[in-house]
């Protein structure tokens, strides 16, 4: 079976400024994926772009076999993103929130569908409250449900879990793992070490726009001696 995601010598250039240099990995069905790297490693940039908001300076990316730049509507009907500055609409409560974005969905699931993300987003009668009522960590857990309510091929996640206490996180966390059991493929960026280690099948390690590392966590810490991913992610980029 052929990889969800193919990047292939990835290059994505802002003027004078090179965030991506040729990076190229490739991510599986239903694998959970994570991008790590320092800030300003080319992290974000590289999500943009599999969430056809970028376009690319050179190189190539595929999401199920369509071409992001070439074939952009027909990714964004795969793949669902939750950026790390993600917000909701303010003046709706959750539930009008998540019935506004299940519109643009097959409206013969629209209800199974807002109920899902009712669900993930777990906030009980605060649903219907306005959103600019809620803590950071309620918006959170809306935009996850919105997220993930479409059960998508493909999640893109930067910082999933940003904004959220231990015990909602480890909620959120649980729940991506049983998305992914349930077929979705799922990419995310955080700079949890702990979180990465415990949600992803396989890492890469960004720095300065290049990939220099990847492969399995536990690999990883037997080839560098290490007893965890921070301690990889120390030694790979000093």
């Given at each position: ?134 803590s950071k960590g309620m918006k959170r857990r809306l935009l996850v449900g919105r997220a ?44 949890n070490m702990l979180e990465v280690e415990y949600l992803c099948d396989r890492i890469a ?34």
């Amino acid at each position: 079976m052929a990889p969800i995601v193919e990047v292939q010598q990835l290059v994505k250039h802002f003027g004078t400024t090179k965030a991506v240099q040729g990076i190229s990995f490739t991510i599986e069905k239903g694998e959970i994926f994570g991008l790590i790297g320092p800030n300003g490693a080319g992290k974000t940039t590289t999500l943009r772009i599999l969430s056809t908001l970028l376009q690319i300076t050179s190189g190539a990316v595929t999401v199920l076999g369509a071409d992001v730049t070439k074939q952009a509507a027909e990714v964004r009907k795969h793949i669902s993103y939750l950026p790390e500055d993600a917000g909701a609409y303010k003046t709706l409560t959750g539930r009008q929130y998540l019935r506004f974005i299940a519109n643009f969905f097959d409206a013969r699931e629209r209800e199974a569908t807002i109920s899902r993300g009712i669900e993930i987003a777990d906030l009980d009668e605060r649903i219907d409250d306005k959103v600019d009522t809620y803590s950071k960590g309620m918006k959170r857990r809306l935009l996850v449900g919105r997220a993930l309510m479409t059960n998508p091929d493909l999640a893109i996640l930067d910082e999933p879990t940003s904004g959220l206490d231990v015990i909602n996180a480890q909620e959120i966390r649980n729940l991506i793992k049983k998305t992914a059991g349930e077929g979705t493929t799922v990419l995310l960026s955080s700079h949890n070490m702990l979180e990465v280690e415990y949600l992803c099948d396989r890492i890469a390690l960004i720095d300065k726009g290049i990939l220099v590392e990847q492969g399995k966590p536990k690999t990883m810490m037997q080839k560098y001696n290490a007893q965890n991913i921070e301690e990889v992610f120390t030694k790979v980029i000093q």
